[in-house]
C-alpha cells in the first residue's frame, strides 16, 4: 500500500507538469509562469494571513522539498515548476 501511494503521487506530480505545460499553450508561457509566482507569492507573503495554512497543506503545496516526504507530495516545488516552463521549447 505504501508504495502504492508513492506511484500514485508521482503520477500527480507529473500531471501537475503537464497541466502547466497545457496552460502555458492555451495562454502563454509568462502567463503561466505569472500565475505559479502568484501563488508562490499567496502561499509565503503577507496575504498568507487571510488564507488558512490548513488549505495548502491540503493541496500538497507545503514548499517542503527533501527526504521522503517529497516521494507523498502530489504536487511539485513551484520553482521546479516555473524552472521547467521557464527552460521549456517555444
Avoid at 502561499?43 to 522539498?65: C, M, N, W, Y
Avoid at 516526504?69 to 521549447?89: D, G, V, Y
Wanted: proline share 4%; with cysteine.
Amino acid at each position: 500500500m505504501l508504495l502504492g501511494a508513492i506511484v500514485v503521487c508521482w503520477f500527480s506530480r507529473r500531471r501537475e507538469f503537464r497541466a502547466d505545460s497545457g496552460g502555458a499553450r492555451y495562454t502563454s508561457r509568462e502567463q503561466m509562469i505569472g500565475a505559479l509566482e502568484a501563488l508562490g507569492r499567496v502561499h509565503e507573503g503577507p496575504a498568507r494571513a487571510t488564507v488558512p495554512a490548513d488549505s495548502f497543506q491540503t493541496l500538497k503545496i507545503t514548499g517542503q522539498r527533501g527526504g521522503l516526504l517529497k516521494l507523498f507530495s502530489t504536487h511539485p516545488p513551484l520553482e521546479e515548476r516555473i524552472a521547467r516552463l521557464q527552460n521549456a521549447a517555444v
